[in-house]
C-alpha cells in the first residue's frame, strides 16, 4: 500500500466538468431567456432591464414598463463532482497474486484521494469475496479514513462477482439520488473468474452480464482492468467490458501507478 512507487501526475480526479443546473444554487455566469409556463427561477435584473430596452428600441415604443417577454432568468453553473468506485475482487482465485493486487489496489485508492482531498471529488471502494461484497471505503475524500478502513480489507473465498457489481451499482444509484450532477465512473480489478451467483441455481455469469447491461443502461462509465498474471487478455473479462460498455486494459504487472495510468488513460 507504499505510494512511493507512483509516478507524479497520472489521473488527477480533480478534473470536473461544468454542467448547467436548474436550481438556486451555484454559480450565477449569464442570463438567459424564460420558457412559457415556467416557474422557480431567480430573476437577473440587469439583463431584464437590458432586454426591455433593447425591445423599445428596436420597436420604437416610448412604453418604459418591463413586460415578461423582457424577463431575463439567472443561469447557474456547478462544478461536476467524480466518484471513482473501485470495484476489487478479493477473492483467492488468483492464489500467490492475491496480495500484490491487493497492496495495488488500496495503493491506487489512496493516490488518487491524495491527488483530489481538496478537491470535492470521491472515491469508493467495494471488495468481494467469499460469500459477499462489502463496500469498504463509502464514498469519501477523507485519506485518513481511507486508511483505516484499507487497513482492515482482508481476501479469500470463492469470486461473488455479481454481488460485487451489484453492490456498487446499487451505490452510485444511492449517490446519484443524493448527488444528480455527479460522474460516476465504476472501475472493476479482476482476473476474470465468478462463481457465486446472487440468485442460488442461476449460471454465474450469465447474472454478471446482465448487471453489465444494467449498468452500462444507466449510463455508469466503466474500467475492466485485468490484473490476472497472463500473456493475453481474459476472453470473459472482454465480454464483460463489452457488456458494460468499456474496454478491458491488460496489466502484465500489478502496481498502483499502472491501475492508475490505466483509468486516466481510458477513462478520461
Not at 447491461?213 to 476472453?235: E, F, L, M, T
Request: glycine fraction near 6%.
Amino acid at each position: 500500500m507504499d505510494l512511493e512507487d507512483l509516478a507524479p501526475g497520472g489521473l488527477d480526479p480533480a478534473r470536473r466538468s461544468r454542467v448547467r443546473i436548474a436550481s438556486r444554487t451555484g454559480r450565477y455566469l449569464k442570463a438567459g431567456p424564460i420558457k412559457a409556463g415556467e416557474h422557480g427561477f431567480d430573476l437577473a435584473w440587469a439583463a431584464t432591464l437590458r432586454a426591455s430596452a433593447l425591445r423599445r428600441v428596436v420597436e420604437s415604443s416610448l412604453d418604459s414598463r418591463v413586460i415578461r417577454a423582457d424577463w431575463r432568468k439567472k443561469l447557474r453553473y456547478r462544478t461536476c463532482d467524480r466518484l471513482l468506485v473501485f470495484v476489487v475482487d478479493a477473492s483467492d482465485s488468483m492464489a500467490t497474486r492475491l496480495h500484490q493486487r491487493l497492496r495495488a489496489a488500496k495503493g491506487a485508492v489512496l493516490a488518487m484521494l491524495h491527488q483530489a482531498y481538496q478537491k470535492r471529488n470521491q472515491v469508493a471502494l467495494v471488495a468481494f469475496g467469499g460469500e459477499r461484497a462489502t463496500v469498504v471505503l463509502p464514498p469519501t475524500h477523507s485519506i485518513h479514513l481511507a486508511r483505516e478502513r484499507l487497513a482492515w480489507l482482508l481476501a479469500g473465498g470463492a469470486t461473488p462477482l455479481a454481488m460485487g457489481l451489484f453492490t456498487s451499482w446499487q451505490l452510485i444509484r444511492n449517490e446519484r439520488l443524493k448527488h444528480p450532477e455527479i460522474k460516476p465512473t465504476l472501475i472493476l480489478l479482476s482476473d476474470g473468474e465468478a462463481n457465486v451467483p446472487l440468485i442460488p441455481g442461476n449460471p454465474p455469469w450469465v447474472e454478471v452480464l446482465n448487471l453489465a447491461g444494467q449498468i452500462r443502461q444507466d449510463q455508469v462509465s466503466s474500467v475492466v482492468v485485468d490484473v490476472a498474471n497472463r500473456w493475453h487478455k481474459s476472453p470473459v473479462l472482454d465480454k464483460l467490458a463489452a457488456a458494460l460498455g468499456s474496454r478491458q486494459i491488460h496489466l502484465a504487472e500489478i502496481k498502483a501507478k499502472y491501475i492508475v495510468k490505466a483509468v486516466a488513460d481510458v477513462a478520461f
